[in-house]
């Protein structure tokens, strides 16, 4: 059970640590969302889908110049086209 002195220590430390909470609503330190008079902002963020191609094509090129690194360029080309076809057969 907290008592009047664990609540106002409780409350003081919670004011002391509003200049490093960020408000959920219109992104501003120093205040709780409840406590906000602003306007929401919007903020852009890529869906999951383009996450996961870009995650998809960053790792197909590492691992292109990687393959790089080992063959030539028509053996490389060669391979690459191979796999597109595949691809394209099980869709």
């Given at each position: 059970?907290?008592?009047?002195?664990?609540?106002?220590?409780?409350?003081?430390?919670?004011?002391?640590?509003?200049?490093h909470v960020?408000?959920?609503?219109?992104?501003?330190?120093g205040h709780?969302?409840?406590?906000?008079?602003?306007?929401?902002?919007?903020?852009?963020?890529?869906?999951?889908?383009?996450?996961?191609?870009?995650?998809?094509?960053?790792?197909?090129?590492?691992?292109?110049?990687?393959?790089?690194?080992?063959?030539?360029?028509?053996?490389?080309?060669?391979?690459?086209?191979?796999?597109?076809?595949?691809?394209?057969?099980?869709?």
């Open positions: 059970m907290a008592t009047p002195m664990h609540r106002l220590i409780a409350r003081r430390q919670a004011e002391a640590n509003k200049q960020r408000c959920q609503k219109c992104l501003e330190f709780w969302t409840y406590e906000c008079t602003g306007k929401r902002k919007y903020l852009h963020r890529p869906s999951r889908t383009a996450e996961l191609k870009k995650a998809l094509k960053e790792k197909e090129n590492r691992l292109l110049l990687q393959q790089r690194s080992f063959f030539p360029p028509h053996v490389y080309q060669h391979w690459r086209d191979h796999c597109r076809k595949k691809d394209q057969e099980k869709k």
